[in-house]
């Protein structure tokens, strides 16, 4: 493995270590978690830290540049890898930040591995009743999501009067209104026509949810149809093709490249809104978790578990996104 | 109890409904629900799964608490079984529930909206409402409160008690008076919401939570550093809720929660659940 040369400090960066230097020391960090971090080797030079002492201005400036130091240090190292390395370590290295931060939270984090009389621990009941919730009602939905935007995207893109009319209300008003709204409209208000219409909640949930992330869909269908340059249909008509063929073999594949990426990113925020069905009696990830949470008075340690189950769903959706992409870029790769 | 009042959200949406669509509200139709509960051998309740001592998720991973209990003992005099959904409180309070549950046991206060949009067939407990603070607090009385700030839930008969609006228009309230005047009220979607604030040390951002008698205790259970101050402020009362137009189904629960009054079934659970007997007016 070739490692890269070292480069001399630009004006930039030593703009930015400045910078960062003032912060830290204007963050008073001597008596902090970091400070005591480095009391062993502070302690012979400033005397020993607590004890209702007060912390000399100089502790702080001393622990300020040593962080200051350690940070570009790690930043002038990690510049020596190669590129994928680079990403991989500070990929690591904000993960495990992010992991000192959660734990330094006062909190009994042990939670998550109790189990009680059910055999199952904490966690395990999250992920097969939440999780599992949050994960189907939410697939089902952008999957109905998908149908309602391309039908009203088509209807928007159409010449026809009452389509056109019918799609952009459609779209005006569930992108206009909040989604907790819209299932209370159609979980409270849709049993006031009937009986017939009322509904369970994971299915108002999911038509809810449907009906509002269709709506968001249908715009990015409709940039992602118009977004193919018009030749596209020039040349389809020079060779015969009518226009449902078109649409099918010429537009939507090359349409779909520019569809995919803002799709994968309401897919994902679905995820998490879907937590709203959860005041129809749902039990999705938010909801377990913090009805979990309230029997110990530990709801803040089992949404940290819920957050980092949406997180790792999201990863996995990504990682799904990103290979659909790839099969519909496939045209534009050199 | 400790729940939202009606909002204005859900009676301007079947309003909005309603006109929208020209049509009228549905009713229940008399004896609906007993028949469907008859029928289906099934008593179907709502009740809040986030609400220990009263209704929470057990360690066997099943619905647990005074209020389950009282539900339990319903259906059972019902001869039917107890089937247990968990719809947020805004969905219950909005009325009208299409028959998708029969009852709700779940602490909720018969004030005058309420009876608007439900009916009330019986009362099965009282609650008192305290005052706490953190344990690090020089607080000791309840006039030391003045002028502090409190912590509880938005829109609820605590907050109404600290706003000095409280009404509570059932049978057998008992009297209070307005003994703390809040320097600043702070609220919250529950007050259990509130103790964690008040957790992060005394006066870090709130002095004191003002709160059902029975959360509190079970938080302090539960390691949170609480401290309950001086008497309780009020005792609320507590109803089954049913939806509006059964007649024969509200006798019967009446009849019902009047005999586990009388054969000391209820105070049996308050005992059990509260170590206390909050099924008569102290």
Not at chain 1, 88 to 109: C, H, P, T, Y
Not at chain 1, 164 to 169: E, L
Not at chain 2, 249 to 276: C, P, Q
Request: proline share 4%; aromatic share 10%; charged share 15%.
């Amino acid at each position: 493995m070739r490692l890269r040369q070292f480069c001399p400090a630009s004006v930039a960066e030593i703009a930015g270590v400045a910078v960062l230097l003032l912060i830290l020391i204007w963050l008073e960090p001597g008596d902090g978690k970091t400070g005591g971090l480095l009391a062993p080797l502070l302690n012979p030079l400033f005397g020993s830290l607590g004890n209702g002492h007060e912390v000399s201005s100089a502790r702080h400036i001393v622990t300020g540049l040593l962080l200051t130091i350690a940070l570009w240090l790690n930043f002038a190292t990690l510049r020596l890898l190669p590129w994928p390395l680079q990403v991989a370590a500070v990929w690591l290295e904000l993960l495990l930040l992010f992991a000192a931060f959660v734990s330094s939270f006062d909190r009994d984090l042990g939670v998550w591995f109790e189990s009680g009389r059910a055999g199952q621990t904490n966690l395990a009941y999250l992920i097969s009743t939440g999780a599992f919730t949050t994960l189907y009602v939410s697939i089902i939905s952008i999957g109905i999501a998908c149908v309602f935007a391309m039908t009203a995207a088509l209807g928007r893109l159409s010449r026809s009067g009452p389509a056109y009319a019918i799609a952009t209300f459609y779209i005006s008003f569930f992108r206009g209104t909040p989604l907790l709204l819209q299932v209370y409209l159609i979980y409270v208000g849709l049993p006031q026509l009937g009986r017939e219409f009322a509904l369970d909640a994971v299915p108002s949930g999911i038509l809810a949810l449907s009906l509002c992330y269709g709506a968001y869909l249908a715009e990015i269908f409709r940039a992602g149809i118009i977004g193919v340059p018009h030749g596209q249909h020039d040349a389809a008509l020079a060779l015969g093709l009518d226009r449902r063929l078109t649409f099918r073999k010429i537009i939507l594949p090359q349409a779909m490249r520019l569809i995919v990426p803002p799709t994968g990113n309401q897919f994902i925020a679905m995820l998490k809104d879907s937590s709203l069905v959860s005041v129809m009696g749902v039990w999705e990830l938010t909801k377990t978790a913090q009805v979990i949470g309230k029997r110990d008075f530990k709801v803040f340690e089992m949404l940290i578990a819920a957050a980092i189950i949406y997180w790792l769903i999201s990863i996995v959706f990504e990682l799904i996104q990103s290979r659909i992409e790839a099969y519909y870029g496939k045209g534009r790769q050199r | 109890m400790t729940k939202t009042t009606l909002t204005g959200l859900s009676s301007t949406l079947t309003l909005a409904l309603t006109l929208a669509l020209a049509l009228p509200g549905s009713n229940a139709l008399a004896g609906e629900t007993l028949d469907r509960v008859l029928q289906s051998k099934t008593l179907t309740m709502s009740s809040d799964p986030e609400y220990p001592p009263q209704s929470f998720l057990n360690d066997a991973n099943e619905m647990d608490g005074f209020d389950i209990d009282v539900g339990k003992e319903i259906a059972r005099r019902m001869g039917v079984e107890l089937a247990i959904v968990t719809p947020g409180w805004e969905i219950i309070t909005a009325g009208h529930w299409a028959g998708r549950w029969d009852m709700s046991v779940g602490s909720m206060t018969p004030t005058k909206s309420r009876a608007e949009i439900l009916d009330f067939p019986a009362i099965y407990y009282y609650t008192p409402a305290a005052f706490a603070v953190h344990t690090e607090s020089s607080v000791n009385t309840l006039a030391e409160l003045n002028g502090k700030v409190i912590g509880t839930c938005g829109g609820c008969t605590y907050d109404a008690y600290l706003n000095k609006e409280l009404v509570i228009d059932a049978q057998n309230v008992p009297g209070f008076e307005y003994q703390v005047t809040a320097g600043e009220i702070k609220t919250y979607e529950t007050d259990t919401n509130a103790y964690d604030d008040l957790r992060l040390g005394d006066g870090v951002r709130l002095d004191a939570v003002f709160s059902a008698l029975p959360t509190i205790q079970e938080a302090i259970k539960n390691g949170y550093p609480l401290r309950v101050v001086g008497a309780p402020a009020f005792y609320e009362p507590l109803a089954v809720a049913t939806d509006k137009g059964d007649a024969e189904f509200n006798a019967r629960i009446a009849e019902i929660i009047a005999a586990m009054h009388a054969d000391g079934t209820l105070k049996k659970l308050s005992m059990k659940w509260y170590g206390v007997d909050l099924t008569t007016v102290q």
